[in-house]
């Protein structure tokens, strides 16, 4: 039985680690490091536990997002739960609009990386959240499992179209490789120029 829910800050980068490592499917952008690049853009950030008593039961990394469209809390793969109850939902919930509050926010925005079944969308519906018209991560994903797998057989694994489109990247000399070189980031950002003339969308900033 639940006897006390809280919401508070944590400062503790082992402890936020080690419950997100635990995590059958650990999300990058809800690690301790992803903070830290958000803060290197010039974004403020919450990183907020959810605890039952004093066992930490879910994280929620969430930045303070001020944009064209208004200001809002953003928690990309986000919250990361220990289970997704509707008790830890409500109190993170309450807690980032007390956050919003201070800061003029206009809504909240997770994303968590959950599957859409039923269950999880009357969840978080029974919580005050809607599906967004657009959405901001990758919104369907491929886990693919890559050990003891030769090359042949991931081909074989695909769907058609994504066997065609590998095989025609590699015939158009399409390179994938790691760079540190400036002058390859400069030649990044010209397609990514090109890339926003022909698809009409606003990108984020070269810095």
């Known amino acids: 039985m639940i006897t006390a829910i809280t919401v508070r800050s944590i400062e503790n980068r082992e402890e936020w680690e080690r419950f997100c490592l635990s995590h059958p499917l650990p999300q990058f952008m809800q690690a301790w490091d992803a903070g830290l690049l958000m803060q290197d853009m010039g974004e403020e950030i919450l990183r907020l536990g959810i605890f039952v008593d004093t066992a930490l ?3 929620c990394l969430a930045s303070i997002v001020r944009a064209r469209r208004g200001t809002y809390l953003y928690a ?3 919250p990361v739960l220990q289970e997704w109850k509707i008790e830890y939902l409500h109190a993170l919930t309450a807690a980032l ?4 509050g201070k800061e003029k926010a206009d809504f909240i925005r997770l994303a968590p990386f959950l599957e ?3 269950a999880h969308l009357k969840l978080l519906a029974e919580t005050g959240y809607r599906v967004a018209p ?3 991560l990758a919104e369907s994903l491929w886990l693919l499992d890559l050990a003891d797998k030769d090359e042949a057989t991931l081909l074989a694994d695909m769907s058609k179209t994504t066997r065609y489109s590998i095989k025609r990247a590699a015939k158009d000399g399409v390179e994938i490789r790691q760079t540190h070189n400036q002058n390859d980031l400069n030649t990044f950002l010209q397609l990514d120029d090109l890339t926003k003339e022909r698809h009409h969308f606003t990108p984020y900033p070269d810095k």
Request: charged share 20%.
């Open 57 to 59: 039961v879910g994280v």
């Open 134 to 136: 657009i959405h901001m």
């Open 76 to 78: 990309p793969y986000g």
């Open 116 to 118: 859409r079944t039923e």
């Open 97 to 100: 609009k007390q956050h919003g």
